[in-house]
Every structure is written in C-alpha cells, then in structure tokens.
C-alpha cells in the first residue's frame, strides 16, 4: 500500500503563490508517477499536472500552464504543486495521486485526502 498526505492548501489572493506537498509513505513510493488533481465545488475532478516516476518528464493542464510546477523529491518521498499567478477559478481541493502518467483519474492507483485551496479577490 501507498500513503499519500497532503498539506499547504489555504487562503491566498488572487495573483498570489503557494506550494502544496505530498508526503508519500508505503511500499514502491518511489516506483510511480504521480499527479495533481482538483475539484472545484460543483464541478467535476479535473487533471491539473502530472510528473514521471523519475521527476524528468511532466504534463500539464492548458488551464494552469505557465503558472503550475509539478515536482518531486525522491529522496524525501515528496511531491510538489508549485502555484504562482493564481486565480479566482484555480480555488478548489487538491487531490495528489500515485500511479499514473496520464490525465484521466480513472488510471491513478492511490489518493490523498485533498487540502483546500481558496483564492480571494
């Protein structure tokens, strides 16, 4: 099994920055990619980043690229959103998830508990 705990979420003006991370914990931690979603209330999940079990490779989401870094540390078991620029609409619960380079949540083995993040005007 694969532990994944979020933490930084928060409340955040418009134009602001904030990094979210993911503590992974639990057997293969290291042998997955790993993603970013999130959910905005009354809205479907949503893709926002992915990156490669390696850390070289990452996809985003047209919605936050440019603004939105995915990371990780291997060596800390740690994964990264770096968000910059936020916006009004980028306000939603952050979900990270283990298991898949792809931007369907259906292909994501191992969830988080989310962290919320809200960005005001």
């Known amino acids: 099994q694969v532990q994944l705990v979020e933490s930084g979420g928060g409340l955040v003006q418009a134009g602001g920055s904030l990094r979210l991370s993911c503590v992974v914990s639990?057997?293969?931690?290291?042998?997955?990619?790993m993603g970013w979603f999130r959910q905005a209330p009354g809205k479907e999940q949503e893709f926002v980043g992915a990156?490669?079990?390696?850390?070289?490779?990452?996809k985003y989401a047209d919605s936050v690229k440019g603004r939105f870094t995915v990371s990780r540390d291997n060596a800390e078991n740690i994964l990264y959103l770096r968000m910059s620029s936020l916006k009004l609409e980028d306000t939603a619960v952050y979900y990270c998830?283990?298991?898949?380079?792809?931007?369907?949540?259906?292909?994501?083995?191992?969830w988080g508990q989310g962290t919320q993040v809200t960005v005001s005007s």
């Open positions: 639990g057997r293969s931690r290291n042998l997955f990619p």
């Open positions: 998830a283990a298991g898949s380079f792809g931007t369907s949540a259906a292909a994501y083995l191992y």
């Open positions: 990156v490669s079990s390696t850390g070289t490779n990452t």
